[in-house]
């Protein structure tokens, strides 16, 4: 049995906003049977760009957000229901516009679905997540940060994002539930927060209107340094030309920088964890394999 998987995204303002969204899209097509793509008109040359990836296997849909929607960032997940709806294959493969997956990670997320594929317990697949804040060599690792997240789902059953994060998996008369998964057994390469500083401030303040929100700047040095580690690991080597180019090299943390109060919470939950082997960070899934 042939067992399909399809990719899928939404972007718009991928370049202006400082997304590595071509490195995101040549990371995963190895591993689909098609990428579709919902490209929301844009300010940039975005379109252009996927248009020039010129992969068979993608199928671009021009949209237009509502700019008007400033609702817990449902617009997110509009466009990512519109790209996801027009996916065919067995399973569901969502990755946004900055997260890579790496080359070594492919057979192995292959691999998982196999496994599980004829498991209907199984629902959807879980990776986990390097976060990197600041720079490629370090890593965000409070409980702040979701360590884990879906991002393969089976396209047989109902599901649906309330925003562009997560999904809930529904059936009739009952109410939506996180979807029941399995480990993927692969790393998803979180680089939206090692853009240059500028680009960020540029990307939160075009999310904030859509959360109804003014965005607070962020400033890459003012940051507790408890809650990052050195990556040791290897980098997709498709992402290597746009992290020599368009992401913060170097991180400098301020000395002087005060944590705040949610961050002195996360330190303090960290340390539990230490302790006590608990995991605190948000999960949006119920493993069951």
Same mark, same amino acid.
């Given at each position: 049995?042939?067992?399909?998987?399809?990719?899928?995204?939404?972007?718009?303002?991928?370049?202006?906003?400082?997304? +590595?969204?071509?490195?995101?899209?040549?990371?995963?097509? @190895?591993?689909?049977?098609?990428?579709?793509?919902?490209?929301?008109?844009?300010?940039?040359?975005?379109?252009?760009?996927?248009?020039?990836?010129?992969?068979?296997?993608?199928?671009?849909?021009?949209? =237009? $957000?509502?700019?008007?929607?400033?609702?817990?960032?449902?617009?997110?997940?509009?466009?990512?229901?519109?790209?996801?709806?027009? +996916?065919?294959?067995?399973?569901?493969?969502?990755?946004?516009?900055?997260?890579?997956?790496?080359?070594?990670?492919?057979?192995?997320?292959? /691999?998982?679905?196999?496994?599980?594929?004829?498991?209907?317990?199984?629902?959807?697949?879980?990776?986990?997540?390097?976060?990197?804040?600041?720079?490629?060599?370090?890593?965000?690792?409070?409980?702040?940060?979701?360590?884990?997240? +879906?991002?393969?789902?089976?396209?047989? =059953?109902?599901?649906? /994002? @309330?925003?562009?994060?997560? $999904?809930?998996?529904?059936?009739?008369?009952?109410? @939506?539930?996180?979807?029941?998964?399995?480990?993927?057994?692969?790393?998803?390469?979180?680089?939206? $927060?090692?853009?240059?500083?500028?680009?960020?401030?540029?990307?939160?303040?075009?999310?904030?209107?859509? $959360?109804?929100?003014?965005?607070?700047?962020?400033?890459?040095?003012?940051?507790?340094?408890?809650?990052?580690?050195?990556?040791?690991?290897?980098?997709?080597?498709?992402?290597? /030309?746009?992290?020599?180019?368009?992401?913060?090299?170097?991180?400098?943390?301020?000395? /002087?920088?005060?944590?705040?109060?949610?961050?002195?919470?996360?330190?303090?939950?960290?340390?539990?964890?230490?302790?006590?082997?608990?995991?605190?960070?948000?999960?949006?899934?119920?493993?069951?394999?």
């Amino acid at each position: 049995m042939v067992i399909s998987i399809s990719g899928f995204t939404f972007i718009r303002n991928g370049v202006e906003l400082g997304f +590595c969204f071509e490195e995101s899209i040549r990371s995963l097509l @190895p591993l689909v049977d098609e990428f579709v793509i919902a490209v929301g008109k844009s300010n940039d040359d975005t379109l252009a760009r996927v248009r020039a990836i010129n992969d068979p296997k993608i199928r671009i849909l021009e949209t =237009i $957000w509502n700019d008007r929607m400033a609702d817990r960032g449902f617009v997110y997940a509009q466009q990512k229901m519109i790209a996801q709806y027009a +996916c065919i294959g067995d399973w569901a493969f969502y990755l946004e516009g900055d997260e890579v997956i790496h080359e070594d990670d492919l057979p192995k997320i292959r /691999a998982s679905v196999e496994q599980h594929h004829n498991n209907p317990d199984v629902e959807a697949l879980v990776f986990d997540y390097y976060h990197f804040y600041g720079s490629y060599d370090w890593l965000a690792i409070s409980p702040g940060w979701y360590r884990r997240e +879906c991002r393969l789902i089976r396209n047989t =059953i109902r599901s649906y /994002a @309330p925003d562009g994060q997560y $999904w809930l998996v529904t059936s009739q008369h009952k109410r @939506p539930r996180n979807p029941h998964a399995a480990l993927a057994n692969a790393h998803i390469f979180h680089y939206g $927060w090692i853009r240059r500083n500028e680009d960020m401030n540029k990307k939160l303040n075009q999310v904030g209107k859509y $959360w109804g929100a003014t965005a607070n700047k962020v400033v890459y040095s003012q940051f507790d340094a408890r809650a990052l580690a050195p990556f040791t690991g290897t980098h997709p080597k498709v992402a290597q /030309a746009w992290l020599a180019t368009s992401a913060e090299q170097e991180l400098h943390i301020d000395p /002087a920088y005060h944590p705040t109060r949610k961050e002195q919470k996360h330190h303090l939950m960290q340390q539990i964890e230490k302790f006590s082997g608990l995991d605190f960070s948000r999960k949006h899934f119920k493993l069951v394999a």
